[in-house]
């Protein structure tokens, strides 16, 4: 781990030495060595120029706030990823980036509340990592899947080869005829997913997919089920007495219906590829690099 | 499947004939043969009969509520399950029973609202089995976890073989120290699941387990860990962003700490045997028989 040192200027970020240099060596820039003329942009500069580009903002209402650091930081270089999780973070800075555009909560509520947290030991080695580092960390999730594209399910959908297939209105993907263990497989290698969890028949046939990526919510999850009647529903998250209980009763009626139910964090990861993309494009002297938060689960 | 016929009576109840008197034969009550002359209690009174016993009974707000028919309905045979599932509903329909007490919710969502469901055909096939067959269902799901004994805890506890090293009070469990592999496999046997979710060190040495079946949210699941510290949460199911997450977090500052997903349905469905030895002991007149729901997952 490198300890962000504020002194350190954007030439000496690509200048370190031994170990942190080897790390370093993989948050170039795109355009190669940074012009030290150029003047450093800030943490509020590059969330605006996000924002600026969706339709209707900037949101009354949304969980797209900085949840440490603020907006005046220099930014000498950006992570993105699904969560900041303290390997993440140390990953930043073993880096020496000081930006990390996360997807998802950094404290384990949707509103990344931390009242109830205040005295929490885990919370409190977090915080206090990335106030000593000067991290600031952006969550970018209403904002990138409200942007055309939405940048998540762009990417998923890419990686899932079913870019021609894909209706970005009903979010149902016409696919070639594959049975639901064949269509499991492709989701796995696809995706990079070791083991997932699915109900349904191995051997029925699915052709049309209602792809879903993330937590979208059991009645959402369930109306877009009844409205479009896919064979299989293929999501991130799910909670168990709601959608899972809905396709077993579907399934018990006869419909022929199936669910697959990715995990969290593989069903959108690589809408955090689109985000160091997208940063690559408009910021082309910033250091950017994807960090893939990875599952935390084993299967037993 | 049996259609219900209202003019059954109990007598009948027990001599049907050919393949409902098999199934039916799994329904007899404890008392054996039925008395005649007794009179047949109604949906209501077995209800009121298990919430008159929980401590500050009743609840103003509760969604321990009818989920279909009538406290009028004669009761002529219960089913207690975790959830009314049609297939559930055709067993009770199979054995002649018109009562399923179930822990969870009947229609998909914790409060079962049905509005947004009204022109939903899984909903409305459903919903018309249940009235065509004229069977109640009733949600059991804060009383019986205010009960004194919380039904579900105690039973999950006894299936563990902790009722000795489990303090209600803490919900923690200190068992002889065991290996996060081998309680893994304690658990699985012992509450029946095939496969589960986890996250942790499968060498790591457990010996304080905080239990907490169901699905008690992140923020009652992060704070328990925090003020138990337990080596690891055994739990029933989780929002993979809050739990899992700061499972996650703790590891990577060093913490000890695991988590064990049993899934929600097997994590509680001992408490659904609970409910059932509960009717045999207060009405051993009446047939009951706990029908598991079963998981509906697949792993692949």
Redesign the interface.
């Known amino acids: 781990m490198q300890k962000e040192n504020p002194s350190h200027s954007r030439r000496e970020f690509i200048s370190l030495s031994g170990k942190v240099l080897a790390s370093a060596a993989l948050l170039t820039s795109s355009a190669g060595v940074l012009a030290s003329h150029q003047e450093e942009l800030n943490v509020g500069q590059i969330m605006d120029a996000f924002i600026k580009e969706v339709p209707g903002s900037p949101f009354e209402k949304t969980v797209d706030t900085l949840k440490s650091g603020d907006r005046n930081i220099k930014v000498k270089g950006i992570i993105t990823t699904m969560?900041a999780?303290?390997?993440v973070i140390?990953k930043a800075i073993a880096l020496n980036a000081n930006f990390i555009i996360a997807h998802?909560?950094t404290f384990?509520?949707?509103a990344d509340e931390t009242a109830?947290?205040k005295?929490?030991?885990?919370f409190n080695?977090?915080m206090d990592l990335l106030k000593k580092h000067n991290i600031a960390v952006w969550r970018n999730h209403d904002y990138i899947h409200m942007h055309q594209p939405d940048g998540v399910r762009d990417y998923v959908v890419r990686r899932l080869g079913w870019t021609k297939q894909y209706d970005t209105e009903s979010w149902v993907a016409d696919i070639q005829s594959s049975s639901l263990?064949t269509l499991?497989m492709h989701a796995?290698k696809s995706l990079g997913i070791k083991?997932?969890?699915?109900?349904?028949d191995?051997r029925q046939v699915c052709k049309k997919i209602l792809l879903m990526p993330g937590?979208a919510g059991?009645?959402r999850q369930?109306?877009a089920i009844?409205s479009r009647k896919p064979d299989v529903l293929m999501c991130g998250?799910i909670?168990?007495?709601?959608?899972?209980?809905?396709?077993?009763?579907?399934r018990?009626?006869g419909?022929k219906l199936s669910l697959i139910?990715l995990?969290?964090?593989p069903s959108e990861e690589p809408g955090s590829a689109y985000m160091a993309e997208w940063v690559k494009q408009k910021f082309p002297a910033i250091p950017v690099k994807h960090v893939g938060a990875g599952s935390?689960?084993?299967?037993?």
Chains 1, 2 share one sequence.
């Open positions: 969560f999780t303290i390997d140390n998802e909560p384990y509520n949707h109830w947290l005295n929490d030991d885990v080695y977090k263990q499991i796995k083991q997932l969890r699915y109900i349904g191995p937590a059991g009645q369930i109306t009844g998250e909670q168990e007495w709601e959608t899972a209980e809905y396709v077993r009763d579907a018990s009626k419909d139910v995990g969290h964090i935390p689960f084993s299967f037993g």
